[in-house]
């Protein structure tokens, strides 16, 4: 007792050097016990030994430069065909001169994907970005647009109809009637327009030289289909999913039966549908965009998909949650859009996300309905004889552009769950 | 109940936004002419015959004979709109419109130009099973094959002619049947089989793109000889003779300039020849363009800007391509060959 320290003066000593920083951390994760070193060891060999022959074969023996692919040959990895051909692969038989409408196209809908997924934009502002951005990509795409008077009735119709639901109890008369003024406008204008009192009329755009879609090819395709795919299904999944717990027997059947004969056929069913029986029933000579067609088939495809992970979103909020809405007087729109959806969302993120890269890679199905999408323009370069025979690179090339959006979506998907669940973590 | 569903959202969104095109019933060359452009239904790539190249312009020996059409209505070679088609949607594509003209490098059978409603309007490339050999086997003729282990593809009428060619000529063979295409060629490249069999525009395809480095091209050759009929035609729907005799004479006329040596390089001199044949293709004798519907010089807009048969071939399939496919049976009647125009007169 005597011959102890002072309390004060006790100074914790240092930990073993072996024990802390770099060296405690290998010793204790890599070197615990003879296995386990041994297990690392061999394990570092192999993926040394790989990685030296993947970059002996990417990088110190690839040609970078030839002319053809005979040139190529007999060497490592042939990124010449790449550089000859990525314009190919990425925008397809868009004219080549006009290379930069499908690029700023690409631009464009990155930039409204990314400005998209910061929840700050969650409100009005979604809209905007959303209109704005589709308006533009659609614009460099096609070269000009024309709007016909009875779409912009339709949407007026639908404002309208949207804000009467959803603002009905909170908004100021003069608010609301602006809403009765929109639908009537609509409605009223839509009855003219069809029994032919108003004339065919539209608004065309045209600063640009038309492209068709059968010239759309490469990355705007994957990206057209999968985004605009997953944007429309996404809404029309929750009303399928809503749908298929009414109490309302004709709309819960017809939901069910959508679902189930959707997901009871595979999508290359639906596309071949889409694209070989759908003219067939279509009175001669009328014939609809097969690029429409698949995109309406991707959409159909995936809702049927997302309404089953949004259901299991909706099963599992506790029945007190929509017994207190009805309590608070909430009519229907009010409870699902307030109360009930913003927390089944929250809960099927992860799975809804695995649905998303999902699709986006089923998207190059279209190939068997002659769409040119990302990975079948890698594939058409491929079968040119002058450079054929380097499948490897050329796959490797589409696996990493097609790995950067997938990989994205997973860590956005993460972000995702750890903002909304804020609230419940702890 | 799918296609309903489908036929029901895609007829809505088409006519909410405005995407449905209306195409004239009936008179084809009308539409046609109206819409500016040749709708041209293009298989899937296909070296040599219909691919888009690196700056995405599609070419071939197919695609040839859909710009001689534009050129001949047109007098513009570039007026004509490629419409990718897999082997499933070609005919139901221009049985519904959709396309003027398909060159899916379907073959020429009854079934095909009867029942389908549809007309193949001439034979623009004759294609036939046959024979890839090694160079070093030393095989000159088919009919040296006796004892050969044969890589060829399962169910097939492919491995059935094989059969029948070797009883015919009573030789004997040992089928080394695989599934799928990749698999076969790398049976074949690595040794597995001396003999590998499909069509022969295949067959070149393969020895051009998938010879294993060391090797090369030269090291494999294709037999002379051709054991099936696979005649690859331009398809029209019926309805509009007019415009199928276009399609019909537009091939003709390529395959017309070459033997009478009328290409791309010599046309204009050629204007002035005092050969009356030739003053009647190239419409200096006026006559034939007004019997077609198409402007006098429609033949020279064709060779001027497309070629004669010949060049095409050989830039697209023959020795100043890749694919180095011999003329053969696709050589003009005067050299021993298939292709034979009517004359233009």
Known sequence: ?426 | MTNRIVAAAAGLAAAVLGFAGTAQAGKDLDAVRARGMVNCGVGIGTAGFMLADSQGKWKGLSVDVCRAVAAAIFGDSEKVRYVPLTSQQRFTAVQSSEVDIVMGNATYTLTRDTALGLDFTSIFYYDGQGFLVPKKLGVKSAKELNGATVCVAPGTTTELNLADYFRANKMTFKPVVIEKVDEIRSAFFSGRCDVYTTDASSLAATRAANVPPPQTIDDYVILPEIISKEPLGPVVRHGDNQFADIVRWAFYAMVEAEEHGISSKNVDEMLKSDNPSIKRILGVTPGMGKALGVDEKWVYNIVKQVGNYGESFDRNVGMGSPLKIERGQNALWTKGGLQYSPPIR
């Open chain 1, 1 to 426: 007792m005597t011959d102890a320290m002072p309390v004060g003066d006790r100074k914790p000593l240092a930990p073993p050097v072996d024990e802390t920083g770099a060296l405690g951390w290998v010793r204790k994760n890599l070197f615990s016990s003879w296995g386990n070193g041994i297990t690392t060891v061999v394990l570092i060999a192999a993926v040394l030994w790989v990685a030296s022959w993947f970059l002996e074969w990417a990088l110190f023996t690839a040609n970078f430069t030839a002319a053809t692919g005979a040139e190529c040959r007999g060497g490592g990895a042939c990124w010449a065909l790449i550089r000859e051909k990525f314009r190919y692969i990425f925008f397809g038989s868009f004219p080549y001169e006009q290379h930069w409408r499908p690029l700023f196209a690409v631009i464009t809908m990155l930039a409204m994907l990314v400005l998209s997924a910061d929840r700050r934009m969650w409100n009005w502002r979604l809209l905007v970005i959303w209109g704005v951005g589709s308006f533009i990509t659609f614009l460099l795409m096609f070269g000009q647009i024309h709007i016909p008077l009875s779409l912009i009735l339709f949407v007026a119709l639908v404002c309208g109809g949207i804000g009467l639901t959803l603002r009905s109890a909170l908004a100021a008369p003069s608010e609301r009637m602006a809403y009765y003024a929109l639908v009537g406008i609509g409605a009223v204008g839509l009855v003219l327009r069809m029994v032919g009192a108003l004339p065919a009329w539209s608004i065309a755009i045209a600063p640009l030289s038309y492209v068709e879609t059968s010239l759309w090819g490469g990355l705007p395709v994957t990206l057209i289909l999968a985004t605009y795919g997953l944007a429309f299904a996404f809404p029309y999944g929750i009303l399928l999913a809503l749908g298929r717990r009414s109490n309302l027997p004709l709309i819960k059947g017809l939901c069910v039966g959508f679902i189930e004969l959707i997901r009871g056929v595979p999508l290359i069913s639906l596309l071949i549908m889409a694209s070989v029986m759908l003219p067939l029933f279509l009175p001669s000579g009328t014939t609809i965009d097969k690029f429409l067609r698949a995109q309406v088939a991707v959409i159909l495809f995936a809702g049927a998909y997302i309404a089953e992970v949004i259901r299991g979103g909706l099963q599992s909020l506790p029945k007190g949650q929509f017994e207190a809405a009805d309590a608070m007087g909430l009519n229907y729109p009010q409870k699902t859009l307030l109360i009930i959806l913003p927390q089944a969302l929250r809960v099927v993120i992860p799975p809804l996300i695995n649905t998303f890269i999902g699709f986006f890679k089923d998207t190059s199905l279209v190939l068997i309905i002659g769409i040119f999408d990302f990975l079948n323009t890698a594939n058409q370069a491929l079968v040119d004889p002058n450079w054929a025979g380097f499948p490897g690179e050329v796959y490797l090339f589409a696996a990493f552009v097609y790995f950067i959006f997938c990989f994205s979506m997973s860590r956005y998907s993460k972000y995702l769950e750890f903002e909304l669940n804020k609230g419940t973590r702890r």
